[in-house]
C-alpha cells in the first residue's frame, strides 16, 4: 500500500516541476505534461485511500497522515476540475507545491497501527469531513488565483 503513496508523490513532484516549467519558460508542452502527471498521480492516490479505507475499515480521515493525505486528494481533486473548467495552466506552478508538501508529510508521519478514538467512530465524522475538506480545497483554490 506504502508504494501507491511512493507513486503519487513522485507524480506529484514531477507534475510539479513540469508545471513550473511551463511557468517561466510559457510552454504549454509543460504544462501539459504536468497536468497529465497529476492526473495520473490523483488516479494513483484514489487508489492508495480506497484501498487504505478497505484495509482499515473506514473513510481515512482518524489521524493526522491520513488527513493530509486526504486533504492533497480534495487539492488535486479542484486543481483538476479548475483546470479542465477555466484553463488556467499558471495554476500549476501555485497550487502543486502544497500538493506535495501534504503528501509527503502524509508519508512521513505515517503510522501503520492506529486506533480510532470512540469520538470518531460516528458515521455524521466522515460525512462532515469529506465536505470540510472539499471546501478548504475550493477556499485554497480560490485564495490562490485571487493573489494570481
Known sequence: MGSLLNVTIVLYSLGLLHSIFGFYR?????VRIALGMVACGFLCHTAFLVSLGVS????????????????AWCI????????????LYVLGAFVLPLVSLLTIGSQVLW?????????LRSGWVYFHSRIAYLAYAAFFLTFVCAIL
Open 111 to 119: 503510522e501503520e497501527n492506529h486506533a480510532i478514538p470512540p469520538s
Open 76 to 87: 488535486s481533486l479542484t486543481f483538476i476540475a479548475a483546470n479542465l473548467r477555466y484553463r
Open 26 to 30: 510559457k510552454r504549454q508542452a509543460f
Open 56 to 71: 482499515r475499515g473506514h473513510f481515512p480521515v482518524t489521524n493526522l497522515p491520513e488527513s493530509l493525505s486526504f486533504f
